[in-house]
């Protein structure tokens, strides 16, 4: 089986730059997805194929993928961006895997 | 606009039955895979499996394959997610979401707003 690595959190300072990473085995070779996910909230789609935005998401967020680490990194962090971010990618043998999540803190 | 909109909260007991339901609109549900995503308390998110309602093709993740059944009506617009006998663990919010599917992977940009289902004697 296909495994995706994240971790528990992230903090970073209010304005600054977070990164969120999800490691896996040769990742960079499959397209990645990150979810946003707030408290009792359903999930939301931040990032698609790598590096795409959704309309409706700030242009603060970004993603980039390469090697073993796919990136997820949000500039400018505001407190509403609070939340916990799943990565996601498809495989042909379980279909789709995702993350274990990564609860980002902005202090 | 795609709207999915999920039947509401259910309280059960162990060895109880049980179909909920995600109705889409506002796309051809008919042609796109939607599937479910299971959410256990304060846990992440679990990929459980998807339908392609216009001819009820269905891939199951290897680990609850035989624990649930997903099915759809395609003529009502309307995915399910079914259990025959209920398990404490069982206790979960489940999301449905539509899949944007290409030949090399699946992602979604159209979640339902959730059912928690509560099982409990």
């Known amino acids: 089986s296909y495994e995706l690595t994240q971790p528990l959190s992230v903090s970073v300072a209010l304005g600054q730059t977070a990164r969120i990473t999800c490691g896996g085995n040769?990742?960079?070779?499959?397209?990645v997805h990150w979810y946003q996910q707030k408290p009792g909230q359903a999930p939301v789609l931040a990032i698609y194929?790598?590096?795409n935005r959704p309309s409706g998401i700030p242009e603060r967020f970004s993603g980039s993928n390469s090697g073993n680490t796919a990136t997820l990194t949000i500039t400018r962090a505001q407190a509403g961006d609070e939340a916990d971010y799943y990565c996601?990618?498809?495989?042909?043998?379980?279909?789709?895997?995702f993350g274990g999540g990564t609860k980002l803190t902005v202090l | 606009e795609v709207q999915l909109v999920q039947s509401g909260a259910v309280v059960k007991k162990p060895g109880e039955s049980l179909k909920i339901s995600c109705k889409g609109s506002g796309y051809s549900f008919a042609n796109d895979w939607i599937g479910w995503v299971r959410q256990m308390p304060g846990k992440g998110l679990e990929w459980m499996g998807i339908i392609l309602p216009v001819d009820s093709d269905i891939r199951y993740s290897p680990s609850l394959q035989g624990q649930v059944t997903i099915s759809a009506d395609k003529s009502i617009n309307t995915a399910y997610l079914q259990w025959s006998s209920l398990k404490a663990s069982d206790t979960a919010v489940y999301y449905c979401a539509r899949h944007d599917c290409s030949r090399t992977t699946c992602y979604s940009g159209y979640w339902g707003q959730g059912t928690l289902v509560t099982v409990s004697s």
């Open positions: 996601q990618v498809w495989d042909s043998n379980i279909h789709w895997v």
């Open positions: 040769n990742i960079g070779s499959k397209e």
């Open positions: 194929r790598d590096n």
